[in-house]
């Protein structure tokens, strides 16, 4: 419980992180604005022909009598655009971090410098570079949310367990996957592959969660994700450097380095 509550409240600092910063906040809402308009048109093309596809998937429910037929066509359909918007919802991060690299890169070193005192970890890679990387692993994370998803989608038709238990397991995948796409950010300037990424958010699971599901509650909601984007990835900075002990790590040289300089002040016996 305590690692759940410590991830809720890395969400809440980066919200208050870029609040104070407003530069980094309109920076940051460009590119989930752009995503925005490309989602919406197509969920909007999703909820007008769901109930098509669903018919055309399900022929041989044609000669069923009334209210079957609507009841179970209807059911389907819901599952449908349930399933469109739980991979909208995870591949609206990975392409508003793909469409916004350069910013949030940025965004990102900024809560690092501020954070120890004026250094940040650099990649040292080229900008194409880092573009191919990060698009290469958001796709694979997209095929692994894609698995979860069309399973989740099978499990749905179980009864009960279908309509209360697998929604929850949904936003637990979903928040754990849009952690890993946030913290990837300050992870991939640290030079970190995705497995390892991935090792890493597991190793501390129960703040991953606490960072990624209510962010997933939130992201149901596009505008919302638009305006929690930047504060997003400014406080999966700071739950990266928790992650790998920075913090800690500072904490300890700085009282090194002050302990050192205070042995030689100390006037040495004659």
């Known amino acids: 419980m305590r690692d759940l509550g410590a991830g809720f409240g890395y969400l809440v600092k980066g919200q208050r992180w870029v609040a104070g910063h407003g530069r980094s906040l309109g920076f940051g809402l460009l590119p989930g604005l752009v995503t925005l308009v490309l989602y919406v048109g197509a969920l909007i093309g999703l909820a007008w022909g769901a109930d098509d596809f669903v018919s055309w998937v399900t022929p041989f429910a044609d000669g069923w009598s009334s ?3 609507g009841l179970f066509r ?5 599952l449908v655009f349930a399933l469109g918007l739980f991979l909208a919802v995870i591949s609206f991060t990975a392409v508003t971090l793909l469409v916004g690299q350069p910013f949030y890169e940025k965004l990102s070193a900024d809560v690092d410098r501020a954070e120890s005192g004026g250094d940040a970890p650099e990649s040292g890679l080229s900008l194409g570079r880092e573009l191919w990387i990060s698009a290469r692993d958001s796709l694979r ?3 692994r949310v894609a698995c979860y998803g069309i399973l989740l989608f099978a499990l749905g038709f179980v009864p009960v367990i279908g309509q209360s238990v697998i929604p929850a397991i949904g936003f ?6 849009l952690a890993e796409e946030l913290t990837a950010v300050a992870l991939q300037r640290r030079g970190m592959e995705l497995k390892s990424r991935l090792t890493l958010l597991r190793s501390r699971r129960a ?6 599901v209510p962010l997933a509650l939130a992201f149901v ?6 305006f929690l984007m ?10 990266v450097r928790d992650l790998l002990q920075e913090n800690d790590e500072e904490a300890a040289d700085a009282e090194d380095a002050e302990n050192a300089h205070a042995s030689v002040r100390v006037p040495q016996t004659p």
């Not at 703040?207 to 990624?212: A, K, P, S, V």
């Open 172 to 177: 637990c995948v979903t928040g754990f996957f």
């Open 230 to 239: 930047p504060g997003a990835v400014a406080g999966a900075t700071l739950m």
């Open 74 to 78: 209807g059911f389907l359909t819901m």
């Open 207 to 212: 703040m991953t969660l606490g960072f990624g």
């Open 221 to 226: 909601v596009p505008l919302v994700a638009v």
């Open 141 to 143: 994370i997209l095929v």
């Open 67 to 69: 209210p079957w037929l």
